[in-house]
Nanobody
Framework: VQIVESGGGTVQPGGSLRLSCVVSGLTFQSTSMSWYRQAPGKGLELVATFYKTGGRYHADFAKGRLTISRDNSKNAAYLQMDSLKPEDTAVYSC????????????WGQGTQVTVSS
């Protein structure tokens, strides 16, 4: 299984970024996809999940600003990040699957997002 993330960077407050996560080695359309983040000195937190059934979950802090999507034809998941705040600064990681779907955990390498003026 290979998971490759891209799209991180530095942006000013109020700006936008789009993170991408491309998966190989799994049946993508049968896999729920999630984005997590870890800010400096803080624990890992779930940002959003796009379930294989088509439903979506967004954490409260993400609603209206950070939006998960997926394209099964490209084996890709995305995180559109708008109206970014300094507190969104973190390493963002993509996870393929849920504990109920696979016995192993599949993670991308993480991509740094820095929101700073």
């Amino acid at each position: 299984v290979q998971i490759v993330e891209s799209g991180g960077g530095t942006v000013q407050p109020g700006g936008s970024l789009r993170l991408s996560c491309v998966v190989s080695g799994l049946t993508f359309q049968s896999t729920s996809m999630s984005w997590y983040r870890q800010a400096p000195g803080k624990g890992l937190e779930l940002v959003a999940t796009f379930y294989k059934t088509g439903g979506r979950y967004h954490a409260d802090f993400a609603k209206g600003r950070l939006t998960i999507s997926r394209d099964n034809s490209k084996n890709a998941a995305y995180l559109q990040m708008d109206s970014l705040k300094p507190e969104d600064t973190a390493v963002y990681s993509c996870r393929a699957g849920l504990a109920s779907e696979y016995s192993e955990e599949y993670w991308g390498q993480g991509t740094q997002v820095t929101v700073s003026s």
